[in-house]
């Protein structure tokens, strides 16, 4: 198979119909031999670069943050977060992140182009889906 099939077939499929898929299936073997007959296009677009923020580790952040108080206060600052706001964390999230981008900055990444396929299939032959393997 080559690399336009192959992407022809991932994007036929995607991950979550293969999840759905499996659950209609039971444990065992199964026989898995038929011809698709698959057709339309496949438009590839552009590598492009793009900017990505730096991002902080967050356990180093946590150490260094941690590293200045004292084991009382370490200790108090676990039981608070086990209870945090889900709004405060987020917020706190956001701050660290200015604080890094005005640190570090940027970096630049090659991204693949996007794809776009418009295709159909068609099961041209092959054995009952259900039946089991010898």
Known sequence: M????T???????????????????????????FWLHVSGEIDVGEDYM?????????????????????????????RDAMSA????????KKQAEVAIQAIKGTTETMCAGRVNAELQVEVVSGVIPDSKAA
């Open 50 to 78: 793009r900017k990505v923020p730096q991002k902080a580790k967050p356990w180093d952040l946590l150490a260094a943050a941690l590293s200045r108080l004292n084991g009382v206060t370490v200790e108090a600052i676990v």
């Open 85 to 92: 706001a889900p709004e405060m964390v987020e917020n706190i």
């Open 7 to 33: 992407i022809a077939i991932s994007k036929l499929i995607g991950e979550q119909v293969e999840k759905d898929a499996r659950k209609k299936v039971g444990s065992g073997s199964y026989a898995a031999d």
């Open 2 to 5: 080559n690399a336009v099939q």
